[in-house]
């Protein structure tokens, strides 16, 4: 048990623990799909260098596109193009002015789309359908026997970390617990429990008082 390892043989765990990963881009959920699609949307009608010069113009100045064809030296469809992109994406708008369309940007909706779409909480609905907790099962799958105790203790502190939060699911937060009591939980994963309790510690996911008499899970814990 005191031999540390980050390639112990694979047991029946891992048939238990790996046997749901989910690692298909196909399998996002819907919601993750759409927030794709729409900064998609958003980035490929400035992910061009001509559209681009066209939104540094609008900036200053309404234009009609036969000046903006002019200003950018290509010819008045290849800008009518580029503007119904900008426009299909909510950056520009157009008014009628005798026989002509005049452009403008629309900083407003530029600066609020940009806020929208980019704000962390919309940011993290691209990762909807992917599970995270796939690494920690590996992990688990590949330290843990079929009885539920651990083979050996990776060397990897992020993998250690993995095991110290299994372990750490035992305990009910708000509850205090005795060294001995602590002891007979971490004894079900290893007989080393001294080390696990002092780890569980030193990590931050347990805090003690009185020499170690009293033991509590703390709040929150990092994943």
Excluded: C
Aim: aromatic fraction near 8%; proline fraction near 4%; avoid cysteine.
């Amino acid at each position: 048990m005191s031999i540390e390892s980050d390639t112990p043989e694979v047991t029946a765990s891992a048939a238990r623990l790996g046997s749901t990963t989910n690692d298909d881009p196909a399998s996002l959920a819907p919601g993750a799909d759409a927030a794709i699609q729409e900064l998609l949307s958003f980035f490929r009608a400035l992910a061009d260098q001509s559209r681009l010069k066209i939104v540094g113009l609008l900036s200053q100045k309404p234009y009609p596109v036969e000046q903006l064809a002019a200003l950018l030296g290509i010819g008045e469809s290849t800008v009518s193009h580029h503007l119904s992109r900008l426009s299909d994406a909510g950056l520009v708008s157009a008014r009628a002015e005798g026989h002509y369309s005049v452009y403008s940007l629309e900083p407003d909706a530029v600066s609020q789309m940009a806020k929208r779409l980019l704000r962390t909480e919309r940011l993290s609905e691209l990762a909807g359908g992917i599970d995270t907790t796939t690494f920690d099962r590996k992990v688990l799958a590949s330290f843990m026997g079929p009885d539920g105790r651990f083979a050996s203790f990776p060397a990897q502190e992020k993998k250690y970390l993995v095991l110290l939060r299994h372990v750490l699911k035992d305990f009910t937060p708000g509850v205090h617990y005795s060294e001995r009591e602590v002891n007979e939980m971490l004894k079900r994963y290893s007989d080393d429990t001294a080390r696990l309790r002092r780890s569980l510690v030193e990590y931050g996911f347990m805090d003690r008082e009185g020499g170690g008499r009293d033991y509590w899970r703390k709040e929150p814990v990092a994943s």
